[in-house]
């Protein structure tokens, strides 16, 4: 058991404070022999840069990442893999007048209640800032993933919804979510966005969001019986990010509204290979992998740093307002895209192995 | 790791299959001390016990649990409890003509394409027959609690939509729930499901439906931080329920279209004790919990054993039509209640005794 | 964690106390398709089993163990293995004397310390009774095996010394082990030892031992760096069988009187082959197998339930003096000789699968 | 799981190789509110440097120890404390005409047919250097038993034996074993140790050593049945040090000879208080402790980096001789000295809190 751990058989374990000289996360338990250095992560790391739009917290850090461990003349060893990011943007100061208060929404309260104390420093271990060491986990993951299944296997997320505007799915284009800075699939969509969060700023406000992630040609079998199952993997991680409240696999909550002949996905041979005429289970029954698409969608509240007075208490128990100046993003759902996607990498190389160390005998042998 | 067990201070491993001789589980790290008999399990297994309207399957099952270890002259002891069930109405041949063939929404296929084998006595290990085992682990669980928190300290979930039809919420009478064998908190609603049931099942067709749980009475400081969150556990363990395509905790879904002062629910003093004015958080900051109602609802859907035929395939790769005779649950949401209190009762205990450990110190000290 | 389970890929959790109704363990992450029935079980549980000689105790077990779940047509379905043994020979009045006594060199105190209670049927949790599931787990442990490995990879365990009688190794003859119930692979110590234990068991007195486990013919590469040694295994595994006070792999204890070049094994090529010309490793270097024969050792002490009277307290604090009454083996180290065995091949079965899930990607590449 | 992990609720995370950049650890469970800077850390990782005398290592590390995370403000929070150490001394040129040589009695080999790799730097992550980490992760639970225990719980090791020469136990003061190089609590044989290292270091040889290690003022109840037992995870956590062959705790092997009622420790009150008179247990009875000082030895073998040449092979299947040149410690014993501390001190603050976690609702009830 570890509360800063994720993963059985491809360990991460994360540390370090929004505020403290640097973050990390140690990787364990990755197969020797991959190609690995600083660049295959790096580029992951980019996409969740703060300060890359108006959109974003202004904050600025490098998120230059360091492998201190675990790679020897570019290939992973099967020993720890250890990653660094130095915090250089830290700016403390900015946080000094919240020091004894609790901004309503954030964890600050409940750390308290737990930990007894207040690390005012931008939330401490709560802050999203944590989440650059999970995409740096992930880029080590597409890694693993690129050498046992083949580049055709790949992980892609994008913001699907941004408060009451969704996208038109039948716009969908892959290729636009890498030229926006909102990762939005639909351009059309994308623009009438970056209108509405540029009002939600000027309001000094915040906006909650959509994001759907899609694993694609993955082998079927990962997963396991009740209590590993793929989808209770993935919704317990992507529940992780910070601030999202909803997970949903496949059809998702649409499937209370539905009958059994509806919801079925059917199956058919297709030159001798089993086909699905439909995935409205998400590409997991059971809790196992298919080998369809896997398809998650979560949603994420707004920023609770905002501009706008909200009542709260302090540490004297003394009612106060709350407002909270300094740097965030106006809609953290942004940022949660390639968050997103890191944890369905490693959760998937986390089932790619254990379902390879109890199953790959028989079907060896098959 | 262990793909048959959850929890970590309060570990529950389950075993059995829907045909074997019995199914069961062993409990570990229960405190000792903790008055338990079979009567404190057995009234939560009667609840999600079969046959026990038109709604649910016919099988009949006494669903007797014993306690083997575990318990010494009325209490625990500290070491192992193990719980059995002994499986009592089996009658395999209802499906032997399904031997072969894979039933379309069905765990058959994965299981097959992972372990390499199909076991087609009424889905094995797949089965919701498991689900008796987290009832009466829950059993366990909630006299765990009674003893430390003291009996205000409850759980209690209901189902509120079946099919489109949804509950109207200012009709929520929890002692109604005890009264339907719906478990529904709205009894003009519950007789309109009724009728829609009814019609499923003439139909030989299944509906979804959506079960919300709230734990109330509760401390605050349950939960940790990142991956030891206490949604995300709640979020892997409803998700980890047979036929659950969703879950989400507090506001959900809802809080994509939210701004920041709309969802930041507010914090005043009284008489020196910390209120919350709004509960969007679904009573969990940051993943530890804040003190209010932890509440969490999940959608489930509709069973794949019909009588409606569909397309599908058979272990030796020739195109069929399924139809599933045999005893089903038209609605497999309503026996889903009492599993998700369950579920909901260990993952408390689970973290009462995890932030019981790391934090009780300096609370005492304090 | 948990306190009653080990192994993490192939995970067995064993429950039951000495007195109770039965005993029993399940064993999660065995790979499916292995052929497995009662009767590969049953062998190793009559070598354990009490009442076959006069120098173990004279309680009458059948010690019939029942596969209950994860065994379909003959084979593992790769979902968990739960055995069951009764415990039909219970006899508690025995025990009703020694209540509230506190038995001399037995875990009644220490769990009374811990849990607050006493269970004094015969020692319950703590009785030795507990290893008959360990051997169960063996037998399935030992199935695996068989089939990933083939049958030349074998484990076996042998009596040493009992006492200060140590046997003759240049007499070593496995089979004799099968032959005597002493386990001794030296016939004529294994006369001594009779007349050694009939004079021990005439004073009512008890003796420690010494036994010796061997795996051949299992592949290098299994253990782990630093928090994952097999040896660190082997003597967590060997230090938790009842009694048991020392562990020590291939040269042992000696090793800390020799010089480096005495100690290092020499290796050299032969007919392209890696060989080792020494085994003071005992097959372990730096945690990992080399291929040789893994040797470990351990000293069980006598038992404690002895007839001459010792020096105790009872739980009203009251000095007493305590002789344990009551049917007893004058020598523990006999019967821990098939579960040094069981638990040998669970731990090697946990590493044969762990190191399967990291390292045969590289292996099938080379 | 884990391979480079260790604890359950006071967990440890390693990484780092003996030559990159740095080596370092995470600690997560840690209680919040604790005390704690660099300065309690130092003076320990100061114990075990290279380079303090000529019988170890003349590699200089100054082994200065970084909180990167998880302290604010002097005391811990409850999340991870990351502890950095940079390798500052490294010389990988030493290591280059081994690079393809498997170096008899390391490593080398089993690393090369695990991975599929040769970090010939040193010994790579399987170098003693890792050890620095445990000394670190010790500081932090000695401040852990500290304030949860108070001062006088206390955690000592001593060396006790060099080759064939042992120390005089009458003679033995905790005192010396801080004023001598060697840790030896005897000033006597610190002597002769003197001289016989001399002699061993001139033949270019090593040599195997002996080491105890005491913790007193522990309470009783720590520790858990059968796969949890305190003495279990002691020889694990000791077996799994760097040379390490053999384990035993209080009579260890001894009791192998002993008879029942020379083994039992007789239990009498004194003023009301639970004594025990003797300590053949080990301070501890069924895998709990029972309040007594609890005491383990163990054997750690010779370096095997030597320069008398050993016969070896290459990784080009070639027999070679191999001599070890550079800067290697004659007796790696000397340096387990503050290992041995720090693995218990980490292994009893696990313990503590698994205990608290299950057990102090009842003793505060009783």
């Known amino acids: 058991m570890s509360d800063n751990s994720f993963g059985t058989l491809f ?31 790096q580029p992951w790391l980019d996409r969740r840069r703060p300060g890359q739009s108006k959109f974003t917290t202004q904050r600025q850090e490098a998120d230059q990442v360091r492998i201190l461990s675990g790679v020897f003349e570019g290939r992973t060893t099967g020993t720890p893999i250890s990653l660094m990011i130095d915090n250089t943007d830290q700016r403390s100061k900015d946080y000094s007048d919240i020091a004894l208060r609790y901004r309503p929404g954030h964890a600050d309260v409940t750390y308290d209640l737990k930990y007894g104390h207040r690390d005012y420093r931008g939330g401490g271990r709560s802050s999203a800032r944590e989440t ?50 909102l990762f939005c699939p639909d351009p059309i969509t994308a ?36 209590y590993g199952k793929l989808d209770a993997d993935i919704a317990s991680g992507l529940m992780g990010i910070n601030g999202v409240k909803a997970v949903e696999i496949g059809e998702g909550f649409g499937v209370a509204a539905l009958r059994g002949e509806e919801n079925a996905d059917p199956m058919r041979m297709h030159d001798g290979v089993l086909h699905f005429e ?79 160390a109890q199953n790959s005998w028989h079907r060896n042998r098959g």
């Open 11 to 41: 360990r991460v374990t994360t540390w370090g404070e929004s505020h403290g000289p640097a973050i990390g996360c140690v990787i364990d338990g990755c197969p020797p022999g991959i190609a690995l250095s600083e660049a295959d992560i």
């Open 132 to 181: 650059a060491c999970r995409v740096a986990a992930g880029g080590v993951a597409r890694r693993v993933i690129a050498e046992l299944l083949g580049e055709e296997a790949q992980i892609r997320a994008a913001l699907v919804q941004v408060g009451g505007l969704a996208i038109d799915r039948s716009r969908w284009d892959w290729d636009e979510v890498l030229r926006n800075p």
């Open 191 to 226: 623009i009438e966005w970056e209108g509405l969060l540029s009002s939600v700023r000027k309001d000094g406000s915040s906006i909650g969001a959509l994001v759907e992630v899609v694993a694609e040609n993955f082998p079927a079998g990962l997963g396991a019986p009740l």
């Open 278 to 356: 439909g995935n409205r289970a998400g590409g997991i029954l059971g809790g196992i992998s298919t080998g369809q698409p896997i398809t998650a969608r979560f949603a994420i509240k707004p920023t609770s740093s905002i501009l706008v007075p909200v009542p709260s208490v302090n540490r004297h128990g003394e009612n106060i307002d709350v407002m909270t100046k300094g740097r965030h993003d106006p809609c953290i759902g942004i940022r949660a895209v390639p968050v997103a996607e890191a944890m369905m990498a490693c959760i998937l190389v986390d089932h790619l192995l254990r379902d390879h």
